[in-house]
């Protein structure tokens, strides 16, 4: 629903920042294009309530993961592979972190994507932060949410006992 077709061609943060202004005027939106590639790359999010990853690489999501357990905060991950997708809170010093839910395993990607998948996945990332910015100590964080041929499955995850983030706690 961000796009159109005359945005192809355009830089996809910057639409998506300046769609979600025209829809929540009072909201501070920054749209950063730069390339993360460590914790080093997140200084811009420091100040944030949450974080929102929809971040096609392994490399960028742990990079952005690092940055979010070494500052406090709470980050919700979504991806998507074809027809299937995932979502996580990650909240930090409380819940497993990526690599324990197993979203930082070797990237396996299909050759498409598809936007309806994309728009499940992204709208359940959405109610799960607004969840827990409404009510942080109530959050179900730690749930891997499984998007799967229209249904979703919750897994719940526990910390690995060789985990470098959350064994650092």
């Known amino acids: 629903f961000l796009y159109t077709y005359e945005d192809i061609g355009k830089n996809k943060a910057d639409v998506a920042a300046e769609r ?25 999010a420091a100040q944030c309530d ?40 990650c909240i930090p010093g409380k819940t497993p972190c990526l690599e324990c839910a197993g979203l930082l395993q070797e990237e396996n990607k ?16 959405a109610e799960l932060g607004i969840r827990y910015l409404l009510s942080p100590q109530s959050c179900e964080g730690g749930i891997l949410h499984i998007f799967d041929n229209g249904a979703i499955t919750k897994l719940k995850i526990r910390k690995g006992d060789k985990c470098r983030q959350c064994n650092n706690l």
Do not use: H, W
Request: contains cysteine; charged residues 20%.
């Open 50 to 89: 949450i974080v929102f990853l929809a971040i096609d690489n392994n490399a960028a999501r742990r990079a952005v993961s690092d940055f979010c357990f070494e500052k406090g905060i709470p980050f919700v991950n979504g991806g998507i592979n074809g027809f299937l997708g995932n979502a996580y809170v």
């Open 20 to 44: 979600i202004r025209l829809y929540s005027q009072d909201t501070d939106v920054r749209s950063v294009t730069e390339k993360i590639e460590g914790p080093e790359d997140m200084a811009f």
């Open 110 to 125: 299909t050759t498409f994507s598809i936007s309806t998948t994309a728009g499940i996945v992204g709208a359940l990332q």
